[in-house]
């Protein structure tokens, strides 16, 4: 199974932006859909945005709407995960997952994931 890899975490001021990134190990992301998600320290893994990426639909939660943005390079090796307007309640460890066939009960939910990084931090902090 291809690992999956992020990159672009790091520290930022509140109103700050970051572009996170997910690969496949320089192979093309064969899967139906990559999710993003984050875990703060104590609290459960909650589900960010998910692009599908044969339908290029995509689904946000109500927390980063408006803020965050997903979209894909055109050969389909990297997911971005493009962070406006940072809050400090958008700290936390954020993966990338894939789903290689469809969606189940919901698209956020991480038991619907097959294979997942192991993330990258992110600090918003003044």
Sequence with gaps: QVQLV???????????SLRLSCAAAGSRLDYYAI????QAPGQKR?????LALTVDTTV????????FTISRDNAKTTVYLQMNNLK???????Y?????????????LP????????????????
């Design 6 to 16: 992020e990159a672009g975490g790091g520290l930022v001021q509140p109103g700050g």
């Design 35 to 38: 999710g993003w998600f984050r």
């Design 46 to 50: 909650e589900g960010v945005s998910v």
């Design 60 to 67: 946000y939660a109500d927390s980063v709407k408006g803020r």
């Design 88 to 94: 400090p309640e958008d700290t936390g460890t954020y």
């Design 96 to 108: 990338c997952a894939g789903l290689r066939l469809g969606y189940g009960v919901h698209p956020l």
């Design 111 to 126: 038991e619907e994931y097959d294979s997942w990084g192991l993330g990258t931090q992110v600090t918003v902090s003044s």
